[in-house]
């Protein structure tokens, strides 16, 4: 399907910003095998046109449907403890020989360039190396792993070297110990390490989706207390499990940002880094999606969320400078810098108690079927009952049932405080919505 010239000049303009805010960040993208069964083509494509948009990109893989395929092959059994697969002597050469297999088809991939592109034909230099050292994990809950093992360290500043020269350096699954020994690791635990170790703005993990994670087109951020709730209810060999429990330590361990995406996602790389919604959750610290106090330098998206409701005689036209003026008493629902939702509160002192006006309510229309009204309505609700309103109003033309939906109640002008009907216009013949808040204490 082909984009109109305005859909090109929106994606592109949209687009833009990330861009700009990536080049230079360093990258680890966690590849599942599942990932690679899915299309490793189009998903290699996607990383090298990361790389040539100036990301510092370090890609680890795992091989669990490889190897038991490989395994299979010579009529042997895969053997798993805790979700570890048990890895014997007699294995072992499988096991590296499924993962060595698949590391010579990646960097294959990597070598043709950008397919139908400018830079179709330009490889992508990659390296490979010895940058994971591993011990051997033992006996757990009874089970020897042989040689399964864990990570000891990463080499980070031969990583880096390799990222100062442009290279994208691939990480099998496997490392070697102090004493030569080959160790079968996971590439989980890989990834997360080396995102330490060379302490990478960003850690990405394309693999299964915990089923108990909200959906992505609902909360597309956690914080990581949130994904500890969330996981704490969890069987540990659930479906996703492993991916999510990685993501939180990463994120604990100082890795500012860790995204989960969907092994099947076409596109997901790209949709997640360089869209304002991306298709996967994030784990992070940081204010990316969140409700605040409006501020002078909002009045633009403010103004950009009002006027269509303006436009349409929603709600009464509001100028710049009553804007400015009024600017303390909104709240605004930011997401990645855009402004995306907004809500006033005015409020009416009188002798009956404290009331307050709530005006102004607006959601982007990408954002509306999203619950975020009913989020900024609470929002406001905590402002207002800090600040001892006990009765929040509205007045309405268009949306009455909404406010029905959340709790208000119809009322009428002689309801409202003296100074409001006094400014009541009875040409609009607004509707009165009325709500006594209680507080939850």
Known sequence: MSLSTDQFLDFFRSTSPYIHAHRGKTLVVCLSGEAIDEGSSALIHDLALLRSLGLRLVVVFGARP???????HVGIEDDFSDNLRVTTAETLHHVIGAAQHLLVRLQAEFSRGLVNSPMHGAAVRTVTGNYVYARPRGILNGVDLQFTGSVRRVAGQDICHQLDNGNVVLVPPYGFSVTGELFNLSALEVARDCARAIRADKLVILGQM????PDPAVT???TP??????LSDLSHDAPGYQEAQTALLACQQGIPRVHLLPADEPGGLLRELYTRDGCG????RDEYDTFRPARSDDIGGILELLKPLEDQGILVRRSR??????VDHFVVNERDGMIIGCAALHPFPTEKGHQAELACVAVHADYQVHGRGA???RHIEHKALHAGVTQLFALTTHTTHWFLENGFQAGKVSDLPDERQALYNYQRNSRVLIKALKSHK
Do not use: K, N, P, V
Request: proline fraction near 0%.
């Open 66 to 72: 490889q190897i038991g395929r490989a395994l299979s």
């Open 210 to 213: 915990a089923a108990s994670l």
């Open 220 to 222: 597309s951020q956690l």
């Open 225 to 230: 207390q949130a994904l500890h709730d969330t």
């Open 281 to 284: 959750i994030m784990i992070t």
């Open 321 to 326: 400078e009553l804007l400015e003026q009024e």
């Open 375 to 377: 989020q900024l309505l």
